[in-house]
C-alpha cells in the first residue's frame, strides 16, 4: 500500500540558510499535517491542511512557511536556519476526520 | 488545551512477558485515540486506531481499550518480544484533527 512520502530523508543546513522539505500524502488523503520532534521529544504541531488550504496552526515560527498544492503534495519552506531547528519533521496525512494519520518516515534536519 | 501523560516513562521486560502501557487524556471529547511505535531516530508507525465509540481494538498480540469518560487508554503487549523495544506513543485529536502527543513509553524486552 502507498504511504506517506518525505523528501529528503536528511538535509544538513548551515544557520541563516534555507531548507524546503517535500510530502507526498496517501492517495486521496485531503489532509496534511507537519510536526517538529527534537531530541528526546514528542512531536509538536506545526501546521495542517485541508483541501489545499491552511486549516489548523500550532507552534510554527514565523520564519516558517508551508503550502499544499493542487496535486495535495506539501512544502514546508524553512528560512533563516537557527542551531534548534535541527529536529525529525514528520509529514501525515488523513483521509478525513476520526481516520487517524498515517505518518512519513520524517525528513532530519541537521542545522551547522 | 488538551494534555496526553503516558505512565511509565520507561519499562524493561524479560522476554515473554505480558504488559501494559497507560495513557491519560484531560479533554474526553476526542474523536479517537491512536497508539504509535517510534524506533529512535525513525518515523511513526501506527499500531492502533480506536473510534470514540469503541472500547477495544486488537491487532495481533496488542490489544488496546478506551475509557472516555475516564480520560484513559491502555495499550496491552502479550508474550513480548525483543523486537517490540521501542517508544510507545498514544496521541489524540482536537477538533481540527491536530495530534496532541503523550510523553511516550520508551520499551525494553530483554532476550
Known amino acids: 500500500a502507498a504511504g506517506v512520502i518525505q523528501s529528503p530523508r536528511h538535509l544538513i543546513k548551515e544557520k541563516r540558510e534555507t531548507a524546503t522539505l517535500k510530502c507526498y500524502p496517501i492517495?486521496?488523503?485531503?489532509?496534511v499535517y507537519w510536526y517538529q520532534q527534537g531530541p528526546g521529544q514528542d512531536p509538536q504541531f506545526l501546521i495542517s491542511?485541508?483541501?489545499?488550504?491552511?486549516?489548523d496552526k500550532g507552534s510554527i515560527p514565523d520564519r516558517f512557511s508551508a503550502q499544499q498544492f493542487s496535486d495535495y503534495h506539501s512544502e514546508l519552506n524553512m528560512s533563516s536556519l537557527e542551531l534548534g531547528d535541527s529536529a525529525l519533521y514528520f509529514c501525515?496525512?488523513?483521509?478525513?476526520?476520526?481516520?487517524?494519520?498515517?505518518f512519513g518516515s520524517g525528513t532530519r534536519l541537521t542545522v551547522v | 488545551k488538551q494534555e496526553v501523560t503516558q505512565i511509565p516513562a520507561a519499562l524493561s521486560v524479560p522476554e515473554g512477558e505480558n504488559l501494559v502501557l497507560n495513557c491519560s487524556f484531560t479533554?474526553?471529547?476526542?474523536?479517537?485515540l491512536q497508539w504509535f511505535r517510534q524506533d529512535p531516530g525513525k518515523g511513526l508507525t501506527s499500531l492502533l486506531l480506536?473510534?470514540?465509540?469503541?472500547r477495544e481494538q486488537t491487532s495481533g498480540r496488542l490489544n488496546a481499550s478506551l475509557d472516555k469518560s475516564s480520560g484513559r487508554s491502555t495499550l496491552y503487549i502479550a508474550a513480548s518480544q525483543p523486537g517490540d523495544s521501542a517508544t510507545y506513543l498514544c496521541?489524540?485529536?482536537?477538533?481540527?484533527?491536530?495530534?496532541?502527543f503523550g510523553t511516550g513509553t520508551s520499551l525494553t524486552v530483554i532476550p
Open positions: 501525515a496525512s488523513s483521509m478525513d476526520r476520526g481516520y487517524g494519520y498515517t
Open positions: 492517495p486521496r488523503h485531503d489532509t
Open positions: 479533554d474526553s471529547a476526542i474523536y479517537n
Open positions: 480506536i473510534q470514540s465509540s469503541q
Open positions: 491542511f485541508y483541501e489545499k488550504m491552511q486549516s
Open positions: 496521541a489524540v485529536p482536537n477538533t481540527g484533527n491536530q495530534f496532541y
